[in-house]
């Protein structure tokens, strides 16, 4: 459904952020894409979302195809209009419009307002937390309502696919899991697919059914998750676990020896 | 007292016509976050347009109103084509400087077409008084008090309850998350100055009701700005309440005062207005508070 092939992304004319970057998401699928800070993760979604325009960045090689259409060109307010929303990092809202405001916001590009109520409705009834709060002013909600106001508004574009950036940042270990209880609901109940960025890779792992890892702008490993759950070096790089699969001891951090298999 | 009740309620409807200004420059920066310094211009152009068929044409006042605020909402949409579309996406600042060359390259067009000449239009309000008590009130200053009061209640409904209007508010905020939802915000910014070229009119034929246009009425926007800064710049009631307020202040300071200093007062009131409102209140009378978590 969508496809990256090859791309590469300079930000400012002269930062190489991308080198290459090729990635899938099958229709209704849930996608994790790993990696550390500065990997390119992010970039790689807003190129999807066409956000990288308002920040001096630009595709500049390979292509980006959603449902067999080139996209890569087009402004995010088209992006939306196709059905991919990005749920941006740091969940900003408009702060000073309350709950309800923000939630209705989402559906700027629909037009059917008796479904736009019912959508809201559906909308609550996955976060009942805000239903609660509906005409409180959102800027006064704490982080974890922010995330599902967030999602909330994104649903309300009715997306064919959520590009989720670092959706459990910041959140107690409860909320995390709340939050990808509601992912893998929403997944489930409207076959919506995921492409979920994370750094808190044991998560993404349990959640999604494919994942990448990123590393300096490139894909450096792929594959199936509970495949990559078992591979060694996500073991002792994203879950923390030595190879004999306990915890690792922070006493043997200096003898740490073992480099990345895939940095020649 | 009745000579202060008197003074108070002509500037009352002085003050509306302030309002009228600043409901523009209240209208561009609550969907946009752009102070306008051209507004004034707006206005003067919005006057200045009218007069030509009213006044100089000599077409009947509904016939002269729709050409007025044609050619004055092309001028709002020309400015945010050729000016502010290029700058969305850049800093706020340079939108604001984009204004004030704005602001210059109308007013030298003002200038140039008028020199030093006046151009007073024919009344077209009704004449008279209306008697309250002891007090009297002309009627024409009534009508404009009253399109006052109608035009802040509609662009209250619109922010409010429209979609567009809801586009405006979520736009000021945060550009880049308006366009990641979805909203067109270049269409926002030609909808913002082609719905304040129309506001502008109607404050430049209210206030052409009451003055000459000459060269200076384009510095009724400073005006408005002060009244749109006090109000708290995204608040359409704090503009209407600051604007009568400035009005009564002028009008009864010059009234008392003037005689004592020997005239002046009504210029330097609203400066001194708005130096202590921004001491006391940084974010204006009625402007929405910052909301920062701790």
Same mark, same amino acid.
């Given at each position: 459904?969508?496809?990256?092939?090859?791309?590469?992304?300079?930000?400012?004319?002269?930062?190489?952020?991308?080198?290459?970057?090729?990635?899938?998401?099958?229709?209704?699928?849930?996608?994790?894409?790993?990696?550390?800070?500065?990997?390119?993760?992010?970039?790689?979604?807003?190129?999807?979302?066409?956000?990288?325009?308002?920040?001096?960045?630009?595709?500049?090689?390979?292509?980006?195809?959603?449902?067999?259409?080139?996209?890569?060109?087009?402004?995010?307010?088209?992006?939306?209009?196709?059905?991919?929303?990005?749920?941006?990092?740091?969940?900003?809202?408009?702060?000073?419009?309350?709950?309800?405001?923000?939630?209705?916001?989402?559906?700027?590009?629909?037009?059917?307002?008796?479904?736009?109520?019912?959508?809201?409705?559906?909308?609550?009834?996955?976060?009942?937390?805000?239903?609660?709060?509906?005409?409180?002013?959102?800027?006064?909600?704490?982080?974890?309502?922010?995330?599902?106001?967030?999602?909330?508004?994104?649903?309300?574009?009715?997306?064919?696919?959520?590009?989720?950036?670092?959706?459990?940042?910041?959140?107690?270990?409860?909320?995390?899991?709340?939050?990808?209880?509601?992912?893998?609901?929403?997944?489930?109940?409207?076959?919506?697919?995921?492409?979920?960025?994370?750094?808190?890779?044991?998560?993404?792992?349990?959640?999604?059914?494919?994942?990448?890892?990123?590393?300096?702008?490139?894909?450096?490993?792929?594959?199936? #998750?509970?495949?990559?759950?078992?591979?060694?070096?996500?073991?002792?790089?994203?879950?923390?676990?030595?190879?004999?699969?306990?915890?690792?001891?922070?006493?043997?951090?200096?003898?740490?020896?073992?480099?990345?298999?895939?940095?020649? | 007292?009745?000579?202060?009740?008197?003074?108070?309620?002509?500037?009352?409807?002085?003050?509306?016509?302030?309002?009228?200004?600043?409901?523009?420059?209240?209208?561009?920066?609550? #969907?946009?976050?752009?102070?306008?310094?051209?507004?004034?211009?707006?206005?003067?152009?919005?006057?200045?347009?009218?007069?030509?068929?009213?006044? #100089?044409?000599?077409?009947?006042?509904?016939?002269?109103?729709?050409?007025?605020?044609?050619?004055?909402?092309?001028?709002?949409?020309?400015?945010?084509?050729?000016?502010?579309?290029?700058?969305?996406?850049?800093?706020?600042?340079?939108?604001?400087?984009?204004?004030?060359?704005?602001?210059?390259?109308?007013?030298?067009?003002?200038?140039?077409?008028?020199?030093?000449?006046?151009?007073?239009?024919?009344?077209?309000?009704?004449?008279?008084?209306?008697?309250?008590?002891?007090?009297?009130?002309?009627?024409?200053? $009534?009508?404009?008090?009253?399109?006052?009061?109608?035009?802040?209640?509609?662009?209250?409904?619109?922010?409010?309850?429209?979609?567009?209007?809801?586009?405006?508010?979520?736009?000021?905020?945060?550009?880049?998350?308006?366009?990641?939802?979805?909203?067109?915000?270049?269409?926002?910014?030609?909808?913002?100055?082609?719905?304040?070229?129309?506001?502008?009119?109607?404050?430049?034929?209210?206030?052409?009701?009451?003055?000459?246009?000459?060269? $200076?009425?384009?510095?009724?926007?400073?005006?408005?700005?002060?009244?749109?800064?006090?109000?708290?710049?995204?608040?359409?009631?704090?503009?209407?309440?600051?604007?009568?307020?400035?009005?009564?202040?002028?009008?009864?300071?010059?009234?008392?005062?003037?005689?004592?200093?020997?005239?002046?007062?009504?210029?330097?009131?609203?400066?001194?207005?708005?130096?202590?409102?921004?001491?006391?209140?940084?974010?204006?009378?009625?402007?929405?508070?910052?909301?920062?978590?701790?």
């Amino acid at each position: 459904m969508l496809r990256l092939n090859n791309i590469e992304v300079i930000y400012s004319d002269v930062i190489l952020v991308l080198k290459g970057v090729s990635l899938d998401v099958t229709e209704g699928a849930i996608v994790a894409l790993l990696g550390g800070n500065g990997a390119g993760k992010s970039t790689t979604l807003k190129g999807i979302s066409g956000l990288l325009h308002t920040e001096l960045g630009e595709v500049t090689d390979g292509n980006i195809q959603f449902e067999g259409v080139r996209i890569e060109r087009k402004s995010p307010e088209e992006i939306v209009r196709m059905g991919i929303v990005q749920i941006m990092e740091g969940r900003p809202l408009f702060e000073q419009l309350t709950v309800d405001e923000n939630i209705k916001v989402g559906a700027y590009t629909r037009s059917d307002s008796g479904a736009i109520k019912a959508d809201a409705e559906s909308v609550y009834a996955y976060f009942p937390t805000l239903a609660r709060m509906r005409n409180r002013i959102s800027g006064y909600l704490s982080g974890g309502e922010r995330q599902m106001l967030v999602m909330g508004r994104g649903l309300m574009a009715r997306p064919k696919i959520m590009l989720l950036d670092e959706p459990s940042l910041g959140l107690s270990p409860a909320l995390v899991k709340e939050i990808f209880r509601i992912i893998k609901l929403i997944n489930d109940d409207r076959k919506t697919s995921m492409l979920l960025v994370e750094q808190n890779a044991f998560v993404a792992l349990s959640i999604s059914e494919y994942a990448y890892v990123m590393e300096n702008g490139r894909i450096v490993l792929d594959g199936p #998750s509970e495949k990559l759950r078992e591979n060694e070096d996500i073991k002792e790089f994203y879950l923390g676990l030595s190879q004999v699969g306990k915890r690792k001891s922070y006493r043997e951090v200096k003898h740490y020896k073992r480099r990345k298999r895939w940095l020649a | 007292m009745l000579e202060f009740l008197q003074q108070a309620i002509t500037g009352l409807m002085i003050g509306s016509l302030y309002s009228l200004v600043a409901a523009g420059i209240v209208l561009v920066y609550k #969907s946009t976050h752009v102070v306008s310094l051209a507004h004034g211009q707006l206005v003067a152009f919005g006057a200045l347009f009218f007069w030509f068929f009213f006044g #100089s044409f000599g077409w009947p006042l509904w016939a002269s109103l729709i050409p007025a605020f044609i050619l004055t909402a092309a001028i709002g949409l020309l400015i945010e084509r050729l000016a502010l579309r290029p700058l969305i996406g850049q800093p706020l600042f340079a939108a604001f400087l984009m204004t004030f060359a704005v602001f210059i390259t109308l007013e030298g067009i003002f200038v140039l077409y008028l020199k030093g000449e006046t151009r007073a239009l024919p009344a077209f309000l009704p004449e008279g008084n209306i008697a309250l008590g002891g007090l009297s009130v002309p009627v024409n200053q $009534m009508v404009s008090f009253l399109v006052a009061v109608l035009l802040f209640i509609a662009l209250s409904l619109v922010f409010k309850f429209t979609k567009v209007g809801l586009g405006m508010r979520a736009t000021a905020e945060d550009h880049r998350l308006a366009q990641g939802t979805g909203i067109t915000v270049r269409k926002i910014f030609s909808y913002v100055w082609v719905l304040s070229g129309l506001v502008a009119t109607v404050a430049g034929i209210a206030i052409a009701g009451v003055m000459d246009i000459y060269y $200076m009425l384009p510095y009724i926007g400073i005006n408005g700005l002060i009244v749109a800064i006090c109000g708290g710049l995204d608040s359409l009631s704090g503009a209407f309440v600051v604007g009568l307020l400035l009005g009564v202040v002028e009008n009864v300071g010059a009234g008392y005062l003037d005689p004592l200093v020997g005239g002046g007062v009504k210029d330097v009131v609203s400066y001194i207005v708005l130096l202590m409102v921004l001491l006391v209140r940084p974010y204006g009378l009625f402007g929405l508070t910052r909301i920062e978590r701790i």
